[in-house]
């Protein structure tokens, strides 16, 4: 196990290098100059415009520029923001627990939900439960996530006015109170997000299918943050990714598409590790 754990990183990071140095070269080719707004401040004198666009190396070659990302990245040294003029670590810090809670709550919710509905439905293939899970599963897998949020925020916000559609973190209620504006406010974000993963499982699933895919789903949860984050305004990961992008601010793109790429990986390692877990037959060598 431990010899193809360590086979299975070595072939991962040439994978993780060639993501990293595509995702800078285009970053650096595209259009935009994350301190472009220097250039038409004139309470900013030229001298210190140019000042900073050396320090930061803005100018240099792409390639100069890549490899002091990377040795930087290796020392875990994750860049400075531009636009929040903060360090990027501290940055994603700030945003991690926020979408380690939507996410994390959507995968109980996910389990919660497919795991005894695809253990029923097994236990009774072809029956009038398993057609009706296996129906509602195709819906809800062919909606995607943008639809059934805004269908959510149409239905419970602005008609029933039951839940609160932006997603706050400055509530100013205290005890209980707090937690139920919390609970209140993640309900229709954690459904989206739950209710993707629920679909891939609710399909005639049993253990070790349903435990692979879990963690094969991780990082595509991950990735529909970045969606629900935007329709609910929840200051995750998700929507620091897309104000980095609309501000080009390279460091952070770099640093949350690089964490993203990991994710992939280790989820799909862990996936195969499970699996072989569960199921002796499997073997490693």
């Not at 196990?1 to 993780?16: D, Q």
């Amino acid at each position: 196990m431990g010899k193809y754990i360590l086979r299975r990183l070595l072939i991962a990071l040439p994978s993780l290098l060639g993501i990293s140095l595509i995702l800078f070269v285009l970053l650096a080719l595209a259009p935009g100059d994350p301190f472009g707004e220097l250039a038409t401040n004139s309470n900013i004198p030229p001298e210190v415009r140019e000042a900073i666009r050396v320090k930061f190396g803005i100018d240099d070659p792409i390639f100069i520029r890549y490899l002091r990302w990377l040795a930087a990245m290796l020392q875990g040294d994750w860049g400075f923001s531009f636009a929040s003029r903060i360090n990027v670590d501290q940055l994603i810090l700030q945003r991690v627990p926020t979408t380690l809670f939507v996410v994390g709550s959507s995968q109980i919710l996910a389990l919660a939900v497919a795991l005894p509905v695809g253990v029923y439905a097994a236990m009774r293939p072809y029956s009038i439960f398993d057609q009706i899970a296996n129906t509602v599963a195709f819906i809800g897998f062919s909606l995607p996530t943008f639809f059934t949020g805004l269908l959510m925020i149409l239905v419970f916000s602005v008609t029933l006015g039951w839940l609160p559609f932006v997603y706050r973190t400055d509530i100013a209620a205290t005890g209980w109170l707090w937690y139920w504006e919390n609970f209140k406010q993640a309900i229709m974000p954690v459904a989206v997000l739950g209710g993707k993963v629920v679909v891939k499982h609710v399909v005639r699933n049993a253990l070790i299918p349903v435990v692979t895919l879990v963690a094969l789903q991780m990082p595509a949860v991950f990735g529909g943050a970045i969606v629900t984050e935007q329709i609910f305004r929840i200051p995750g990961i998700g929507s620091l990714l897309i104000s980095a992008i609309l501000a080009n601010d390279t460091p952070v793109i770099m640093a949350v598409t690089f964490v993203f790429a990991c994710l992939v990986v280790v989820f799909n390692l862990l996936a195969d590790i499970i699996y072989g877990w569960l199921d002796p037959r499997i073997s490693y060598r």
